[in-house]
C-alpha cells in the first residue's frame, strides 16, 4: 500500500539525515512531501517606518540579503533531497516540495499540513542540550506533543 510520508525539513544536517533515512528504509513507491516552514522575515525587508531605528534602517538591506541568501540555501538543500531520494528510486513524480510561509508556528503548521492525508511524519532530532531544550522546546517535541493519529519518525 502506497503511503503519504511528510518530511518536515530545513537546511540542517537533522534534516538531511532524516531524507537519507527515507531514502535507505521506505519503499520507493511511496509519496514523499519535503515540507518547509518558511520563517517571515521577509516582511521585515519591506517594513518602512518611522518608528524604526536609525541603525535598523541603516542595516535594512543587509538583512535583507542574508535572508535572500538563506532562502538560497534552503531551496537547495530542498533540490538536493529531492535528489537524494529519486536517486534511490523515487518516481520523481512521488517526491514533492512544499514551501509554506510561517502562520501560526512552525510545528502548528507541520500538524495542519498533516490533516491533507499523510500517514507518517518523519523530522530530524534538533540537537538541542537539556537546558535549552526544556525552556525553548523544540519543533520535533511540540509536533510531537501536538499530533493525533499519525506515526511520527525522529530521526537522530
Not at 517526491?95 to 491533507?116: F, L, M, N, Y
Not at 534538533?126 to 523544540?138: A, D, P, T, V
Amino acid at each position: 500500500m502506497v503511503k503519504k510520508i511528510l518530511v518536515a525539513f530545513d537546511d540542517s544536517d537533522n534534516a538531511m539525515r532524516a531524507v537519507e533515512y527515507v531514502a535507505k528504509n521506505f519503499a520507493a513507491d511511496n509519496k514523499i512531501t519535503l515540507l518547509n516552514i518558511i520563517q517571515d522575515t521577509a516582511a521585515l525587508c519591506n517594513m518602512n517606518s518611522p518608528a524604526l531605528t536609525p541603525y535598523f534602517k541603516s542595516q535594512q538591506k543587509s538583512f535583507c540579503v542574508l535572508e535572500e541568501k538563506k532562502k538560497d540555501l534552503v531551496d537547495s538543500a530542498l533540490q538536493k533531497a529531492r535528489q537524494i531520494l529519486i536517486d534511490a528510486g523515487f518516481k520523481k513524480g512521488n517526491v514533492s516540495i512544499k514551501a509554506r510561509r510561517k502562520k501560526k508556528g512552525v510545528a502548528r503548521d507541520i500538524v495542519k499540513e498533516t490533516q491533507s492525508g499523510y500517514h507518517t511524519i518523519i523530522m530530524g532530532r534538533r540537537g538541542q542540550s537539556g537546558i535549552k531544550q526544556f525552556i525553548l522546546g523544540s519543533v520535533s517535541q511540540k509536533v510531537l506533543q501536538l499530533i493525533k493519529d499519525i506515526s511520527i519518525l525522529i530521526v537522530n
